[in-house]
Each structure stands twice: as structure tokens, then as C-alpha cells.
């Protein structure tokens, strides 16, 4: 049988998902949604990235099915009475793929490198007083002061994931990227067989032990049973549908949406959805750089924007996205319109008197492109149409996905190889709160990719997080189980936000 699926994530196929396909085969090949060129998934959120290192990596804890964490390579942890103190011990027999063991050491200096890079972790960093190992499997977090959303940020699912690694490499300055590939995952990376641009290739880690539990999302137990997992690259969707469908390749990871009808009818194909909450599109300006440092253009800008143009644009059938205008998805317990001011209908005429009123003298608008990714292909065309009508000069530079991810890290002015906005998909995942949304820390140089500083924002994040542990106590059981899995399927959105 081969596969297909509009998401399938690189979680799945380590939990054995494909165990029907590697029953009878050696080799499994897939086809993902972008080329891997970086393979440090704490450098960069870049969804590749963070596949890899669900194959090469563990987790200490994990999200299962119903939203509650669960314990990964932990045996268990605990909490004092006083909430400050999380003391947590090790599985015993966790083993990295060059054969040493897994020591607490190694995963302080994860998570300490980890909370350098991520939102999430860098809020959880602001209570934690210390983080030592008290023994070769045994470590404790110590806080400042209490904190609702420890175990949540540590089982954090997606961009960026708190994998482990050796201390030693762990060790590597959080805005450098590691060279050394060694984890203790279910798969070992085959360096020298990796082709960017052609394939990445995956064997089995013949010494990894799955937990005793059944897999339900990124938790139990990780079973493989092929030997290989190739992925195979073919950037044009028809070009990787056809191979599906003559057996070439077993998995498609995403399908574009208007060759799904040549998938759907093929009773070898089996057609999943395992991200029923969709993707969310961000519009993101870099603050560092004329004219986004103007608060005044970046209103302009959201001003010429709209949602349907992008969502016709770039999913075409309104049957697998929906307009919303909550900034933490529609369906979730936190999904709110309240406050109004979001950018749903272009107004062109209020755009170009806002440039008007702030001077703008035409400085161009280097918009960053991505070419090779069927779900952000059209999305800066349609930015360009519009900035443009709304008074914008733009330069929109195209490149492939894995150089933009690359040069959306540089802080050098447009005409030096910086940037002045690019567009970008998150899964929901990423999304649902201020504290996990890297789009929402607005802390100046330690923010996400744009580096907004607004002094505000960071005070509502504070207060969130403050709020969470109110409603937390030491439980970490802070929104409904489920409610984050549950909603409308397949939808895909578009939330633009006020940038001030």
C-alpha cells in the first residue's frame, strides 16, 4: 500500500505509523514539504528542521492525543508542596547513537540552550533560578518563583522542540548552528549519504527502546520497524504525485490542494489528515530597518492587506480554509476577535494616507519570496499586488525556502543582504498562546525572526503567564484537555495583527 497525507509529520513516521508499508519493505521514501538543509532544530523553527530532529532526537516529555503531557525519555518527576522545585529522573538505558549514555548533564545543557532560542523557553527561563543535574539520571529545576506552564513549555510539540543532545554539543552557542548530528532517537542520521538538494537519509538506531506505551501523538512509544527512511526530494507537487501514485515513493507529506482529486479515488492511496487544526500564515516585518521601524507604515501595510486574496491564492477551495480573525485560532479555547483592529478587507485609500501622514519617501520594500513550498509559493506575489496598490515601492526577491530561512536570521540593512518582510505558516500548534507564539515576543534582539521590542506586549505575555499559574497552581493542567485537537479540519488562515 503507499501513502499520501496533506500533513503527515515526521512524529508520525517515527511512532511506526507506516508499519504497514515497512512490514514488506526495507525502505521507506518519502517526499517532505521542503529540502533539509539545516539540521539544527533549535537554531531555526523552519518546520524541516524540526522533522529531522523528531527522527534523530527524544524529548523528555511529550504531548499525547488529549493535549496532557506525558514523561519521553523521563521515567517520572515530581513538585514541592511550594511549586518552586521540579525534580525529574531518567529512563534508565537511554543511549546516544555513538553509543555513550544519556546523562542528566546532557539534558540541563539541552533545555539551557533550548530556552536561549524558543519563546516559550525563554518565558519558562525568566522563573527558573537553577537547572542541575543531582545525579547521572536525576535533575531539578529550581524557580524563582511559581510557574504555571513548566512541564507544557518542556513537551512543547513543535518549533522550536526541546530535543537532547549531548552536552557537549548542547554546548554550541544557541546562535551558532551545531555540526554534530548525534541523539539518542529512533533514528541515526546518515551524514555522508546526505544529498541537499536530492535526498537525506535515515537508519534505524538498532539500540533505541520505545516506551512500553501505545504512541498517541509525540508520546509512548516510538516503534520503527524499516531499516531505512529516505527523503527523496522532488520540489514540483505533479512531479511528486505521479511518483506516488506508480509507487516510486510511499509517502507524499503535503499534497497541493488542487491535486488532491488525483489522490482521493485511488484505493492504493490512503489520504490523511493528522493537523486538523490547520495552518496559520503570518505577515512578518522586520522592525530594524526602514520602513517597517515606522509604526505608522506598518498600520499602512496591514491596511492594503486581506485575508481571501491569500487564501485564493494559495489554497484555492473554500473547503479547506475559513477566514478568521482570532489571533490564537479559531476552535481553541483561547480564540478571541476581541479588540477589533485586524487586518481582514484592504482599504488602499486609508494605506496611502497613512504613508502620507508618515512621510514615506518610496524606500523599497525587499520582500523575501519562498519559491519551492506549495504552501507559501503564492503568498508574497499577493503581498507585492497589494503593498503595491496600497502606495508601497516593493522589491520582492525570490529564493528557495531553505535561503530564506537562512537570511531572515541576518539583522543587515535590505541592501546588504537583510530584509524587510517575508511570509511565513505555522501549524496551530504554534500558535494557541502568547507564551508558545514565537510571533508574539516582542523582546527586542531575543525575538523571533523581525526582532519587534515593544515594551507593552512583553507585560501582557508576563501577565498570561502570571494568570497561568493562578489557574495552574503546580497541576500544569492549564486549558481543557482535547479542546487545542478539536475544531473545523483542513482549515488554513490568515491572521494579520496590529504591529505597534
Not at 501505545?214 to 526530494?233: I, L, R
Not at 494559495?314 to 480573525?325: F, K, L, T
Request: hydrophobic share 45%.
Amino acid at each position: 500500500m503507499r501513502w499520501s497525507a496533506r500533513v503527515l509529520t515526521t512524529t508520525a513516521l517515527a511512532l511506526g505509523v507506516v508499519a504497514p508499508v515497512a512490514a514488506q519493505e526495507d525502505v521507506v521514501r518519502v517526499v517532505m514539504h521542503s529540502d533539509l538543509k539545516i539540521i539544527d532544530p533549535i537554531w531555526t523553527t523552519a518546520y524541516i528542521s524540526r522533522n529531522h530532529g523528531y527522527m534523530v532526537y527524544d524529548t523528555l516529555l511529550a504531548l499525547d492525543e488529549t493535549g496532557a503531557v506525558q514523561p519521553q525519555m523521563a521515567e517520572s518527576w515530581e513538585v514541592a508542596d511550594d511549586g518552586l522545585t521540579y525534580a525529574f529522573t531518567l529512563r534508565d538505558g537511554l543511549t546516544f547513537h555513538d553509543g555513550t549514555a544519556v546523562t542528566s548533564a546532557d539534558v540541563v545543557a539541552s533545555l539551557q540552550r533550548w530556552g536561549e532560542r524558543d519563546s516559550m523557553g525563554q518565558k519558562l527561563m525568566d522563573f527558573v533560578d537553577a537547572m542541575e543535574p543531582t545525579g547521572e539520571r536525576s535533575f531539578e529545576i529550581r524557580l524563582s518563583e511559581p510557574y504555571g506552564l513548566v512541564t507544557q513549555s518542556i513537551a512543547k510539540p513543535s518549533s522550536n522542540t526541546p530535543f537532547i543532545m549531548p552536552e557537549e554539543v548542547a554546548a554550541t552557542p544557541a546562535d551558532q548552528q551545531i555540526e554534530d548530528p548525534t541523539g539518542s532517537g529512533p533514528f541515526v542520521f546518515d551524514q555522508e549519504a546526505w544529498e541537499p538538494g536530492n535526498k537525506v537519509v535515515y537508519r534505524k538506531f538498532e539500540d533505541y527502546v520505545p516506551r512500553a506505551e501505545a504512541p498517541s501523538w509525540g508520546a509512548g512509544g516510538k516503534v520503527v520497524n524499516v531499516d531505512t527512511v529516505e527523503w527523496v526530494s522532488m520540489p514540483d507537487a505533479q512531479t511528486a504525485v505521479n511518483a506516488l501514485i506508480t509507487g516510486e515513493i510511499d509517502i507524499v507529506e503535503q499534497v497541493a490542494h488542487d491535486l488532491l482529486p488525483l489522490v482521493e479515488n485511488d484505493p492504493n492511496i490512503d489520504v490523511r489528515i493528522s493537523n486538523p487544526l490547520g495552518n496559520q500564515y503570518m505577515f512578518r516585518f522586520n522592525w530594524l530597518h526602514p520602513p517597517f521601524d515606522d509604526p505608522q507604515i506598518r498600520r499602512a501595510a496591514l491596511e492594503a492587506l486581506n485575508q481571501k486574496d491569500f487564501l485564493d491564492a494559495v489554497i484555492g477551495n473554500p473547503e479547506y480554509y475559513s477566514a478568521c480573525a482570532a489571533m490564537f485560532v479559531c476552535g481553541t479555547p483561547l480564540a478571541t476577535d476581541a479588540g477589533g483592529g485586524i487586518a481582514l478587507e484592504s482599504d488602499f485609500a486609508a494605506s496611502k494616507a497613512l504613508l502620507d501622514a508618515a512621510g514615506y519617501d518610496g524606500t523599497p520594500v525587499v520582500l523575501m519570496h519562498s519559491t519551492d513550498l506549495q504552501v507559501l509559493n503564492n503568498l508574497a506575489p499577493v503581498a507585492a499586488q497589494l503593498l503595491r496598490r496600497g502606495g508601497f515601492t516593493v522589491d520582492m526577491q525570490s529564493m528557495d525556502w531553505q535561503t530564506l530561512v537562512s537570511r531572515r536570521a541576518r539583522k543587515d540593512p535590505p541592501g546588504e543582504g537583510g530584509w524587510n518582510a517575508f511570509m511565513t505558516s505555522w501549524v496551530a500548534a504554534d500558535v494557541m498562546n502568547p507564551i508558545a507564539a514565537a510571533g508574539f515576543n516582542a523582546a527586542g534582539d531575543d525575538a523571533w525572526f523581525g526582532w519587534p521590542e515593544d515594551a507593552r506586549i512583553e507585560e501582557l505575555r508576563d501577565a498570561f503567564a502570571a494568570d497561568a499559574v493562578r489557574r495552574c497552581a503546580t497541576s500544569d493542567v492549564c486549558l481543557e484537555e482535547g479542546a487545542h485537537l478539536r475544531g473545523r479540519a483542513a482549515v488554513v488562515r490568515l491572521v494579520a495583527r496590529r504591529a505597534e
